[in-house]
C-alpha cells in the first residue's frame, strides 16, 4: 500500500457483500462478516463501507427487514472487531 493510499479515505461500495451475507442464517451473518470480508476490507486499505440497499416498494419488501437487520449486525460487528 502506498503512501497515498494509507493517507486517503478508501470507501467500498459493493452491495453484493451484503448480499452474500445475508444468504446465510440469520446467527451466521456476524462471524461470516468478521472472518470472510473484514480481513480482505482491512487488508485493502479500506476505512469505510456503504452498503446501497433499497428499503421500500416490491420486489424487495420481503427482505427489507433482513436488509436492514443485516446492516446492523454488520455494524456492530465491525466496530467490535480489533483494528
Not at 494509507?6 to 470507501?11: K, L, T, W
Not at 419488501?61 to 465491525?78: D, E, N, Q
Request: proline share 8%; charged share 20%.
Amino acid at each position: 500500500m502506498n503512501e497515498l493510499h494509507r493517507r486517503a479515505v478508501v470507501a467500498d461500495l459493493h452491495n453484493d457483500l451484503l448480499c452474500a451475507v445475508v444468504a446465510r442464517p440469520v446467527d451466521h451473518w456476524a462471524g461470516y462478516f468478521r472472518e470472510r470480508w473484514l480481513p480482505q476490507l482491512r487488508a485493502g486499505g479500506v476505512n469505510l463501507q456503504a452498503l446501497p440497499v433499497r428499503l421500500s416498494g416490491p420486489p424487495f419488501r420481503p427482505t427489507s427487514a433482513a436488509l436492514s437487520t443485516g446492516v446492523a449486525r454488520i455494524s456492530i460487528t465491525a466496530r467490535a472487531s480489533p483494528s
